[in-house]
């Protein structure tokens, strides 16, 4: 009589398919951790890449405007009594100009305003993308909106202000505005508060200089404990969740720059 052995088929033990589990949770919390961890560094540098594409476009386009400031008129020395003046501050340097679209501010949410006649003999264009004739005149009025930063342009006269605007950049927390007068020591920068608000003969206006925090369009969601929460601009202390207007974790980053008005002089 032959005898068949049997073969006893045996499956996992408890302890061996808890090891289990638990070798492929910890495969799976690493390979998520990796995907955050890469997707967290994209979002970074996508933030990072939009803050570039501000600065270089939108601002150079604003400072070459600004360089124009009083391009065109025959006085030449800027102050808040300059008929036609370059940097505009009341209504003597445009008639019948609405004071809420002045140059103004000391804080974070500024507004520069500024003119100049197109004497190029070129056709050149206004902030909003409209030819400016050669000899018009052009207002542009630069401020922020809905968390960017917007202009708006009227030619010969201020008729059109208001009603069309232009986005210059967006994603932008802060714009702030100095304006730079010549004293014995050379040039100071002061806001547009402290000028209106000098005793005596306002000093000439020979340069703006302005600041700008900028903040990517995506919020970064998990990273908190790393993004940079506290900047200086123009000497101004920036806090995020603070400062007004300035909140949520975004990439940003600071921009500083001076622009010299090439038709501004001191006499």
């Given at each position: 009589m032959k005898y068949v052995k049997k073969q006893?088929?045996?499956?996992?033990?408890?302890?061996?398919?808890?090891?289990?589990?638990?070798?492929?949770?910890?495969?799976?919390?690493?390979?998520?951790?990796?995907?955050?961890?890469?997707?967290?560094?994209?979002?970074?540098?996508?933030?990072?890449s939009e803050l570039t594409e501000g600065s270089v476009f939108g601002?150079?386009?604003?400072?070459?405007?600004?360089?124009?400031?009083?391009l065109g008129n025959e006085v030449r020395q800027i102050d808040n009594t300059t008929p036609d003046g370059g940097i505009v501050l009341s209504a003597n340097n445009a008639l019948s100009i609405k004071t809420k679209d002045l140059?103004?501010?000391?804080?974070?949410?500024?507004?520069?305003?500024?003119?100049?006649?197109?004497?190029?003999?070129?056709?050149?264009?206004?902030?909003?993308?409209?030819?400016?004739?050669?000899?018009?005149?052009v207002i542009e009025s630069y401020f922020l909106q809905n968390g960017d930063l917007k202009c708006d342009a009227s030619q010969n006269g201020v008729s059109n202000l208001g009603k069309n605007t232009q986005t210059i950049i967006k994603g932008v927390d802060v714009f702030a505005v100095r304006l730079g007068v010549q004293n014995s020591t050379g040039t100071a920068y002061m806001t547009t508060a402290d000028y209106l608000a000098f005793k005596g003969t306002k000093p000439a206006i020979t340069s703006v200089r302005m600041g700008l925090l900028l903040r990517g369009n995506q919020p970064i969601t998990d990273v908190t404990d790393t993004m940079k929460k506290n900047f200086q601009l123009l000497g101004q202390?920036?806090?995020?969740?603070?400062?007004?207007?300035?909140?949520?974790?975004?990439?940003?980053g600071v921009y500083e720059s001076t622009t010299y008005l090439r038709n501004a002089r001191l006499n």
């Open positions: 006893v088929e045996q499956g996992f033990t408890l302890i061996e398919l808890m090891i289990s589990i638990t070798l492929g949770l910890l495969v799976i919390a690493i390979a998520a951790q990796v995907y955050l961890t890469s997707y967290s560094t994209n979002a970074v540098q996508k933030g990072s601002i150079q386009q604003m400072e070459s405007h600004i360089r124009l400031a009083n140059t103004s501010g000391g804080g974070f949410t500024d507004r520069l305003t500024i003119q100049f006649r197109n004497v190029t003999g070129e056709d050149i264009f206004d902030c909003e993308g409209k030819a400016i004739t050669s000899g018009n005149r202390d920036i806090t995020v969740g603070t400062t007004p207007n300035v909140s949520g974790n975004y990439v940003r």
